[in-house]
Nanobody, 128 residues
Framework: QVHLVESGGGLVQAGGSLRLSCATS?????????MAWFRQAPGKEREFVAS????????EYTDSVKGRFTISRDNVRYRVSLQMNNLKPEDTAVYYC????????????????????WGQGTQVTVSS
């Protein structure tokens, strides 16, 4: 079982920034995992935010975060990050890190059912 642990959530005012981080227990195969961030707001379905290929060579974003969020990974420290800038109240949600073994481009991995491993989630609250 792969364990994913998120950190970095919190409360921020609109226009502010947060950086989420996700550490994995499967260090040996970390570069073989496509990684992603999803989020779930109260009363809504879990939605895709961003993904990154195992090599880090490609990324994919949902339209609402393009130009504001950046996903990145460090295959030496075995973690993936999500830099969130210019946050908006509608970004408020629980953010989940997810991992799946695979070698396709990031654009291939945008659906929750494609991911076998999930973190426990971290709350992000953006006040207006």
């Amino acid at each position: 079982q792969v364990h994913l642990v998120e950190s970095g959530g919190g409360l921020v005012q609109a226009g502010g920034s947060l950086r989420l981080s996700c550490a994995t227990s499967d260090e040996r195969r970390f570069s073989m995992y496509a990684m992603a961030w999803f989020r779930q707001a109260p009363g809504k379905e879990r939605e895709f935010v961003a993904s990154i290929a195992g090599s880090g060579s490609s990324t994919e974003y949902t339209d609402s975060v393009k130009g504001r969020f950046t996903i990145s990974r460090d295959n030496v420290r075995y973690r993936v990050s999500l830099q969130m800038n210019n946050l908006k109240p509608e970004d408020t949600a629980v953010y989940y890190c997810a991992a799946t073994l695979g070698f396709y481009a990031a654009s291939h991995y945008t659906r929750a059912h494609q991911y076998e491993h999930w973190g426990q989630g971290t709350q992000v609250t953006v006040s207006s």
